[in-house]
């Protein structure tokens, strides 16, 4: 165990300040030691320095290796372009680990959900490499999908499987269309999977992949695709589990990481203490799991399940009734999870 870990610590906007906020109590809880490097990124930091991501942020991060983030608002259509992408490019931050995990208290269609999406994170259309071909009446967006980034992607994705016991990987694609682009992300996938013979693989094109994850998700384990289905098919997944409340997200490099819920900044509920933390939570879980700290991540999932499962110290989009009197604020449910995650620790201890 690390005397200290010293975590790069964006609290966003929007929402994100108090759902990191609440992450941080739940963290600490653990009894590992924390320094919090805290670096504002976001709407408000455009106004104050000119920029929504500043040079301080990423220095930051490459020194501690490590950060947790708050959901930062993207504007749609124009605007800023989006931190999120731009840390992950700047940081070659590829892959893009969303976990969908079904948690009893959690209203969903489905139970028992065990999915992992890996989303390679840092070309295809999401490259960014677009412009007008007719000014107000076409514009052209172009597909980069290199062999390299597959191969590092789809390799992510079985040492994954292999360090998480997991049974398959499945590579999604649409190479029957695109058979340049996602035919090189298959073929990288299949030559990959060879060296893995521990793990089943197969494959399943994008359309196709989308219906048999609504009609048996049980049937799959590991995806792993490029970043456009990636972004879709996760958010897919999510719903199966329960909505974007309770996904969390990790973007992963070669000794760097950043950690953040999946769902977005939630701009109208700001500072009303509402909003559900439990994405924020599992994704500090998650960081702790990349520190080495497997106790304390267990401690922190086993909490979450556990309050989640009481349906008492919840917020109101957890409970029964939307408008139920009982559900509690953001940081008492934290509160509740810290509580817990602290008997757990000193029982292991003991």
Sequence with gaps: ???????????????????????RLVLEATGLAFEWDVQPAG????????????????????????????????????????????LRQELDLYANLRPAKSYPGVRSRYQGIDLVVVRENTEDLYAGIEHWVIPGEAAESIKIITRRAS??????????????????????????IMKLTDGLFLEVARQVATE???????????????????????????????NLYGDILSDLASGLVGGLGVAPGANIGDGIAVFEPVHGSAPKYAGQGKVNPTATILSGMLMLRWLGEEAAAAAVEAAVAE???????????????????????????ASEIAKRVRERMRTAVA
């Design 1 to 23: 165990m690390a005397s200290k870990y010293t975590v790069t610590l964006i609290p966003g906007d929007g929402t994100g300040p108090e759902l990191v906020e609440a992450a």
């Design 43 to 86: 709407l408000d930091v455009l106004e104050k320095e000119g920029t929504p991501l500043p040079e301080r942020v990423l220095r930051s991060i490459r020194q501690n290796r490590v950060a947790l983030k708050g959901p930062i608002t993207t504007p749609v259509g124009s605007g800023f372009r989006s931190v999120n992408v731009a």
């Design 151 to 176: 191969e590092r992607i789809v390799r992510f994705a079985f040492e994954y499987a292999r360090e998480n016991r997991r049974r398959m990987v499945t590579a999604v694609h649409k190479a029957n």
């Design 196 to 226: 893995y013979p521990d793990i089943e693989f197969n494959d399943r094109i994008v359309d196709n992949m989308s219906m048999q994850l609504v009609q048996r998700p049980e049937e799959y384990d590991v995806l792993v695709m490029p």
């Design 307 to 333: 309050v989640i499962a009481a349906g008492e110290c919840v917020t109101y989009d957890l409970k029964e009734r939307r408008d139920d009197p009982t559900a509690v604020s953001t940081m008492e449910m």
